[in-house]
């Protein structure tokens, strides 16, 4: 069956690191790539869209990578900041329709 | 803001009621969606109209059930809910409905069924 996954646990870090969060993706063959913010009570934010043939995506202080072989997305945020303290979701659309499917998030705390 | 809002943001209803939520969007998108977020559980898609047609009917119950008047609103009425159905919901539109454009969400509605 098709799966997502993001690791559910916490990722803490201090302030001024690299964070990095995981996408995994099994039985999918993806066409784009997304990835959202989401803070408590909200609804997600986009952050940005990564396509099948595109290796990496930067805006300011994201980057995203996103390996078909692998089977996985990396996100970074540099100089991550306390501000960037949300859940961060990934979605993917595959080529075989058009839905998009959503991961379950990996909460990121970043500590001053 | 997103220029997606959603009415009520709150919402507590007993297994009998009737009420309806409402979705607008002010961004000139042709798709629009219902998700639902449960606690520890990934968004779960509802329904997708494009266009106003629907276009995805994610397997859920006839409880609830959708309405699409105009590309820029979108409703959805529920009604002999169970508990299980308190949740986030969250509306979102999207340019059109290809994947290949990100998605604004509105607030959300929580619902708590009683």
């Known amino acids: 069956s098709q799966k997502i996954e993001q690791n559910s646990e916490a990722l803490n870090i201090q302030e001024g690191k690299t964070a990095t969060l995981t996408c995994n993706y099994t039985n999918y063959s993806p066409a784009y790539l997304q990835w959202y913010r989401q803070d408590p009570g909200r609804g997600p934010v986009f952050l940005l869209l990564?396509?099948?043939?595109?290796k990496e995506k930067r805006k300011e202080r994201l980057k995203v990578t996103f390996d078909t072989t692998l089977k996985q997305s990396l996100f970074h945020i540099t100089a991550s900041q306390p501000a960037d303290s949300a859940t961060y979701l990934c979605?993917?659309?595959?080529?075989?329709?058009?839905?998009?499917?959503f991961g379950g998030g990996t909460r990121l705390m970043v500590k001053p | 803001e997103t220029g997606v809002t959603q009415t009520p943001r709150h919402l507590v209803m007993g297994m009998t009621n009737k009420k309806s939520l409402k979705c607008e969007q002010h961004?000139?998108?042709?798709?629009m969606y219902w998700y639902k977020q449960s606690a520890k559980k990934p968004l779960e898609l509802m329904f997708v109209y494009n266009f106003k047609e629907q276009t995805e009917n994610n397997s859920v119950p006839s409880r609830f059930s959708p309405e699409c008047p105009n590309s820029s609103h979108l409703f959805l009425h529920l009604h002999t809910l169970q508990p299980e159905d308190s949740a986030l919901y969250l509306c979102a539109s999207s340019r059109d409905y290809s994947g290949t454009y990100e998605q604004y969400f509105g607030p959300g509605t929580r619902l708590t069924v009683t």
């Open positions: 961004l000139g998108h042709n798709a």
């Open positions: 990564i396509r099948e043939n595109e």
């Open positions: 979605a993917l659309r595959s080529n075989a329709g058009n839905m998009l499917t």
